[in-house]
Structure formats: structure tokens, C-alpha cells
């Protein structure tokens, strides 16, 4: 496969879970990969190991909130493979609790990487694209949380509800530029996300043991089980490649069928 030939494609988040399973897809399909990644150790580790596998990629250290470590990451893309084709906005994190103990600390925290850093995102990979004149693809992972509400996840929700608004705001904005702005929305994916909500859960005494609470969660998926990341990473290989050519301001739903829309 090498629907990504000569493509360049940072993923944040890229060093674990579903970040890591694009990345090695996009690897996969000939692209040139940017793992970037707050964790500057796991995102060298991966980049790392597609290296070996005969694959391009380098690492890079990045709070995507930090819009100047945005920018220090798309100069290093560019440096190293000359330019920008496809940003994926992906990394993101939940700090659940009851929706009357959620203060300003815990919304302010997961609005500001997952919504105000898929804008910083959105923002520089943009300015880089319109730069190179030859237009390009934005991608934004979402969330079933972004279509519906949860008690006990109210801010992931809104900031995921954030990013399918941020969607569909920089697909019209960019248009023009001949920059196609999508997201695609996962379910239940077993990830070391999903890891840290179940202990969280554990914690507060709201389930007793491990398994539990993806088990219950996973109950009202239509095909039956909850997601691996590599049932993701074609969705992701399509919205990169020149296949989604004519598709801007969508969320694909990628759920196994727990919200219809």
C-alpha cells in the first residue's frame, strides 16, 4: 500500500494508544511521519521503530497548546521533509468526575488540550499549508462524546462538541485554500486512555474492579465489542489520503454503531 507516498503527516498524541496506531498505519502507507508527542520519550521510542521498519519519522516534543511549540514543530517537519500535507489533531485527555464536583481546574485543564489545542493546530498547520500554496488536509479526532453528553466525562464532552464545531468552522474557513478540514469520532477504543478512566473510576468506588466499566460502556455497541486502535487507522489512511479529496466539514462516526446520526 502507498495511498501516502510523498505525503507529510504529523499526529499529536502519536507516542501511545490511538495516535500510535495512525501514525503506523500512515507509516504503512509510504507517508512520512512526525510523532509528535508531550511525552518526548514514547513518541522517540516510536519514531524510533518505524525507523527500523525502513519507514521516515522523527519525534518531536510538543504541548499542543503551546502555540510556539506548535510552530517549533512544523519548522522541524518542514526542515527535515520539506514540507506539511496532512495535520492530525489527536491528542487529547479525560480527568472524569461528577458532573457537580467539576471545577475550574479540571474544565480549564481538558478544554485547553483538547479544544483550544486542536485550534492552535488547526491555526499553524493551516498557515504552513496556505504557505506552500498546494492546499492539504486537517484531521481532528473527535468523540461519540461530542455528540452526547456523560455525567461523569461533562467537560471531555464539551470539549470534544468543541472539536466537531472547530471542524466545521475551519473546513469553511480554508476552503479557499484548498484545505479540507474533517474529524472522524471514536467510541470505545482500547487504549491507555480508557486504562486511566477505568482506575479512575476504581478510585472513586464508582466500579469494583478491572474490566467493568469498558464492559458496561461497551454494552450498547451495535457490533458487539469495543474498538482497537487499528480498527481506526484505515478511517485515518483515507481522511489522509487523496480518497477524501472532496470531503471537508464531516465527523465520521466510528463508534461500532453507539450513536447514529
Request: net charge negative.
Amino acid at each position: 500500500m502507498a495511498r501516502l507516498q510523498d505525503r507529510v503527516v504529523i499526529v499529536t498524541g502519536g507516542a501511545q494508544g490511538l495516535g500510535e496506531g495512525i501514525a503506523r498505519r500512515l507509516s504503512e502507507e509510504a507517508a512520512s511521519v512526525v510523532i509528535a508527542d508531550i511525552n518526548g520519550a514514547k513518541a522517540k521510542s516510536v519514531a524510533d521503530s518505524l525507523i527500523q521498519e525502513g519507514q521516515q519519522a522523527i519525534a518531536v516534543t510538543l504541548d499542543v497548546a503551546e502555540r510556539q511549540q506548535m510552530r517549533d514543530a512544523i519548522q522541524t517537519t518542514v526542515e527535515r521533509f520539506g514540507r506539511l500535507d496532512v495535520m492530525f489533531n489527536n491528542a487529547g485527555f479525560n480527568r472524569p468526575l461528577p458532573f457537580m464536583e467539576v471545577d475550574e481546574d479540571n474544565f480549564n485543564s481538558i478544554m485547553r488540550v483538547n479544544a483550544y489545542g486542536v485550534l492552535v493546530g488547526t491555526q499553524e498547520a493551516a498557515r504552513q499549508m496556505i504557505a506552500q500554496g498546494s492546499g492539504g488536509k486537517i484531521i481532528n479526532t473527535a468523540s461519540i462524546a461530542g455528540r452526547q453528553g456523560y455525567a461523569d466525562f461533562a467537560p471531555y464532552c464539551a470539549s470534544k462538541a468543541s472539536v466537531i464545531s472547530l471542524t466545521q468552522a475551519g473546513a469553511r474557513e480554508f476552503a479557499k485554500n484548498r484545505i479540507t478540514v474533517n474529524a472522524f469520532a471514536p467510541g470505545v477504543v482500547l487504549t491507555p486512555l480508557w486504562d486511566g478512566l477505568e482506575q479512575d473510576m476504581i478510585d472513586r468506588g464508582v466500579i469494583k474492579q478491572k474490566g467493568e466499566f469498558i464492559e458496561s460502556f461497551s454494552s450498547s455497541i451495535l457490533l458487539g465489542f469495543p474498538s482497537k486502535p487499528v480498527d481506526l487507522a484505515g478511517i485515518a489512511a483515507f481522511l489522509a489520503s487523496a480518497d477524501s479529496d472532496y470531503i471537508t466539514g464531516q465527523v465520521i462516526m466510528a463508534d461500532g454503531g453507539m450513536v447514529l446520526v
